[in-house]
């Protein structure tokens, strides 16, 4: 069971917050994140990381719950299968899904959805879940646009309506097995 939130700018829009928390089967409180600040390379990517942080606080998940990972070693399987939902920060896009493939996270998200976990991507956390990059993680099929000004009409929609997705800092895409949905 796939279970994806794919967003620009995270949380920002309180409403894919409160989709965020519906989507969780357990109390918030008890939730543990495995929190991802891979992709930010740059100073200036990295001032994004206490606000992707506080996202998941503001909607109530403690902070002792939030281990950072940096894809820095390899996680096995009966250590993800402990977090509920995986965050994954922006930053270099390209960056990030080489670290994702070179120590096989790609392939542990896979048995993570079987495990009912959800996965939150943030701008280039986003980007290498779409077609944009070689050797993408292929969740979407087709390339994201993110931090754009106007974005693709909300509704739902299957693999063959768009080539290109664009999203405002206040949508996001949810991916949810067979139901594919842009809200904002």
Not at 28 to 39: D, G, H, R, V, W
Not at 116 to 122: A, D
Request: glycine share 8%; net charge negative; charged share 25%.
């Amino acid at each position: 069971m796939e279970r994806l939130i794919l967003t620009s700018a995270g949380f920002e829009n309180i409403n894919i917050r409160t989709l965020f928390v519906k989507m969780i089967s357990i109390n918030i409180k008890s939730l543990k994140i495995l929190f991802i600040p891979t992709a930010a390379i740059t100073e200036e990517q990295k001032k994004y990381i206490p606000k992707c942080r506080n996202d998941l606080e503001s909607a109530g998940i403690k902070s002792e719950n939030i281990r950072t990972y940096n894809l820095d070693s390899v996680i096995t399987y009966n250590e993800i299968k402990e977090y509920g939902a995986i965050y994954v920060c922006g930053g270099d896009a390209q960056y990030l899904l080489e670290k994702m493939i070179k120590i096989g996270f790609d392939k542990l998200l896979l048995r993570f959805f079987e495990n009912n976990g959800i996965y939150i991507g943030v701008s280039a956390g986003s980007i290498v879940m779409s077609e944009n990059l070689e050797g993408n993680l292929g969740y979407l099929r087709c390339k994201l646009k993110v931090h754009q000004n106007t974005g693709t009409k909300d509704g739902r929609f299957s693999n063959d309506d768009f080539e290109e997705i664009s999203l405002t800092d206040n949508q996001a895409i949810i991916l949810l097995d067979e139901i594919k949905e842009i809200v904002e």
